[in-house]
């Protein structure tokens, strides 16, 4: 059983993602600086796929989904959050 090296912080953030590069939207439903939860609007992800979350102008998010239970996903962060990342999502 895989366990956490981070934290995760409870979150009711909305972004719009592509997944790979299929437009949507997600709730980013908990987050930690090496990845999240999301719940997904409409759409499907599979496992594996990259995704990527536009956070504003300047900033996105990529990921790879390592888990898919109906419209729910585990996404494991390419890159630890940073500070602009983190400051732009408010966490």
Do not use: Y
Not at 14 to 30: F, K, S, T
Not at 67 to 87: I, Y
């Amino acid at each position: 059983m895989q366990t956490r090296t981070t934290n995760r912080q409870g979150s009711d953030i909305v972004l719009n993602c592509r997944a790979p590069v299929q437009p949507a939207q997600a709730i980013l439903c908990d987050i930690s600086e090496t990845g999240c939860r999301i719940e997904l609007f409409d759409g499907h992800v599979d496992k594996g796929a990259t995704i990527f979350f536009e956070i504003d102008e300047r900033n996105e998010i990529a990921g790879q989904i390592v888990w898919v239970r109906g419209n729910e996903a585990g996404v494991k962060f390419m890159h630890k959050l940073g500070g602009a990342v983190r400051r732009a999502l408010e966490l």
